[in-house]
């Protein structure tokens, strides 16, 4: 987040007003995600051993996860980004096609269209 504001403080002469101020931040913050998703794709951040987090006294602490949570992350991941971004947008962050159009620099329909595809994909990887 912090870069994200950074970013739009150092842009702000480039905003022209064509869209709304948060759709203009929420690209930002868009690129920042792409741009930290390709540093990890080049450098792979080190495995820890073990599950859970190391306390002070480095003593386990076990985090679980739900089965349905962990196998609904790894299968977004093998969707396209194109469509898990689509679908993320949608049904987490709760935007509107049009906004989504607008980040992503697509069509409405564009949207709504791969909207469609990533739940078809969803459905049959879960299934």
């Not at 002070?56 to 602490?61: A, D, E, L, P, S």
Request: hydrophobic content about 40%; some cysteine.
């Amino acid at each position: 987040m912090q870069e994200a504001f950074l970013r739009a403080y150092r842009g702000a002469a480039n905003f022209v007003g064509d869209s709304a101020l948060s759709t203009w931040l929420y690209r930002i913050l868009i690129n920042i995600c792409h741009d930290l998703r390709r540093q990890r794709m080049r450098r792979p951040e080190p495995q820890e051993l073990g599950t859970g987090r190391e306390t002070k006294t480095r003593q386990w602490v076990v985090t679980e996860d739900h089965p349905l949570r962990l196998s609904l992350e790894r299968t977004l991941r093998r969707l396209k980004p194109r469509h898990s971004s689509v679908l993320l947008m949608f049904e987490v962050e709760g935007l509107k096609h049009s906004e989504i159009a607008a980040v992503l620099r697509i069509s409405e329909g564009a949207s709504k269209t791969r909207l469609l595809q990533a739940r078809r994909q969803l459905r049959e990887m879960l299934s």
